[in-house]
Nanobody, 119 residues
Framework: QVQLVESGGGLVQAGGSLRLSCAAS????????MGWFRQAPGKEREFVAR????????YYADSVKGRFTISRDNAKNTVYLQMNSLKSEDTAVYYC????????????WGQGTQVTVSS
């Protein structure tokens, strides 16, 4: 079992930056693909970014490409999402999730952290 806890959300002005963290407990994350998702009010949850277990491969949604960076520190069992040049449309609850490399569905989810970007 993996427990995920996000932190780092908050209120920021458009153009600003935030760094989200996702700390894991219960099991080492080193064998898991980690992803970040977000859900804005009234919208479906959407994919933001993912990173391979080694950190050598990353993938981003077009809407955040070039502005967000996902990274991981397996020694700290933590995944990060650096968000720069934030826009009002980035306002959402951000969730981290974990899955085995061989699976498609994410098995473990955090409780989410709110990011609000004021214009």
């Amino acid at each position: 079992q993996v427990q995920l806890v996000e932190s780092g959300g908050g209120l920021v002005q458009a153009g600003g930056s935030l760094r989200l963290s996702c700390a894991a407990s219960g099991r080492t994350l080193s064998s898991y693909v980690m992803g970040w998702f977000r859900q804005a009010p009234g919208k479906e949850r959407e994919f933001v970014a993912r990173i391979s277990w080694s950190g050598g491969s990353t993938y981003y949604a077009d809407s955040v490409k070039g502005r967000f960076t996902i990274s991981r520190d397996n020694a700290k069992n933590t995944v990060y999402l650096q968000m720069n040049s934030l826009k009002s449309e980035d306002t959402a609850v951000y969730y981290c999730a974990a899955r085995r490399e061989t699976k498609v569905q994410y098995d473990y989810w955090g409780q989410g952290t709110q990011v609000t970007v004021s214009s």
